[in-house]
């Protein structure tokens, strides 16, 4: 039931947000077996998409609107953004409504979120840079590099100097 080229509006984001991460995490490291291995995860988030519940398109309400406002200003800035706070503020709400907008509306808190994107751009900053560890972190926003390890290590299972020397190895 899917037509290319269409678009679909789910009821669990996250959940596909994640296989695709994975692809991206599998396909830049490029072993032997990675492309099989993005091939599978295609499969699977097809088979998803297929079964997935779809959202009924919903009336156009307020707080969708400001869900949606929050968001692209996410996307726009996640690098100069550090925390919830200041985003909260750049969206002129509060922190607290900010959180149950993105649980409401995108299944992931914006804390997630905007963490999912730092840890996105830092790995395609060592995959495609010969930026080390720490001028990758300080390029997505963090002063300490052992924090963003961590982080990075939560996204995608690997520290972050591992993770690059793996893509260098296999380029």
């Known amino acids: 039931n899917l037509v290319p080229g269409s678009a679909r509006h789910l009821a669990a984001p996250a959940e596909i947000a994640g296989f695709l991460d994975l692809m991206i995490r599998y396909g830049t490291e490029q072993t032997p077996r990675s492309q099989t291995a993005c091939a599978r995860l295609?499969?699977?988030?097809?088979?998803?998409?297929?079964?997935?519940?779809?959202?009924?398109?919903?009336?156009?309400?307020?707080a969708r609107d400001t869900w949606q406002r929050c968001r692209q200003l996410l996307q726009d800035r996640f690098l100069k953004l550090a925390s919830l706070d200041e985003l909260?503020?750049?969206?002129?709400?509060?922190?607290?409504?900010?959180?149950?907008?993105?649980?409401?509306?995108?299944?992931?808190?914006?804390?997630?979120?905007?963490?999912?994107m730092?840890?996105?751009?830092?790995?395609?900053?060592?995959?495609?840079?010969?930026?080390?560890?720490?001028?990758?972190a300080e390029a997505?926003?963090?002063?300490?590099?052992?924090?963003?390890?961590?982080?990075?290590?939560?996204?995608?299972?690997?520290?972050?100097?591992?993770?690059?020397?793996?893509y260098r190895q296999g380029s």
């Open 42 to 62: 295609l499969e699977l988030v097809c088979l998803r998409l297929a079964d997935a519940p779809v959202l009924e398109l919903q009336r156009r309400s307020a």
């Open 88 to 116: 909260a503020e750049a969206c002129e709400v509060d922190p607290a409504y900010l959180c149950r907008l993105f649980r409401r509306f995108d299944q992931q808190s914006p804390y997630q979120l905007l963490s999912r």
């Open 140 to 166: 997505v926003g963090y002063v300490d590099v052992y924090h963003f390890s961590r982080v990075f290590r939560r996204f995608h299972g690997v520290s972050p100097g591992r993770f690059a020397r793996a």
């Open 118 to 136: 730092k840890m996105n751009q830092a790995a395609t900053l060592l995959v495609r840079s010969a930026l080390s560890v720490k001028q990758a």
